[in-house]
């Protein structure tokens, strides 16, 4: 059973920058797609960025593409997601999923229990 953990959230001022990690557990990370997740208080869950564990290509929505980074380490079996120009609206409990297929969008079957950011002054 894979299992994931994220860790790196906190409180930052607007124009900060926090990297979030992503530990995964169980298998080996390498064939996995690994997606990173947000939900606001009283929005949808959307899907921000995606790294394909078949092709290493990253994927970004048009809100965060130039300011987050997604990257892995398959050594650490580790995903991280580097956060700079931060925005209140970037406010959210984030999470990481990890897709079995390989291919991103991450379809989400194994979740983290999420990571709280808060942007604020």
């Known amino acids: 059973q894979l299992q994931l953990v994220e860790s790196g959230g906190g409180l930052v001022q607007p124009g900060g920058s926090l990297r979030l990690s992503c530990a995964v557990s169980?298998?080996?990370?390498?064939?996995?797609?690994i997606g990173w997740f947000r939900q606001a208080p009283g929005k949808e869950r959307e899907g921000i960025s995606c790294?394909?564990?078949?092709?290493?290509?990253?994927y970004y929505v048009d809100s965060v593409r130039g300011r987050f980074t997604i990257s892995r380490d398959n050594a650490k079996n580790t995903v991280y997601l580097q956060m700079n120009s931060l925005k209140p609206e970037d406010t959210a409990v984030y999470y990481c999923a990890a897709d079995s297929s390989g291919w991103c969008p991450a379809e989400g079957h194994y979740w983290g229990q999420g990571t709280q950011v808060t942007v604020s002054s």
């Open positions: 790294i394909s564990g078949r092709d290493g290509k990253k």
């Open positions: 169980g298998s080996t990370l390498d064939y996995y797609a």
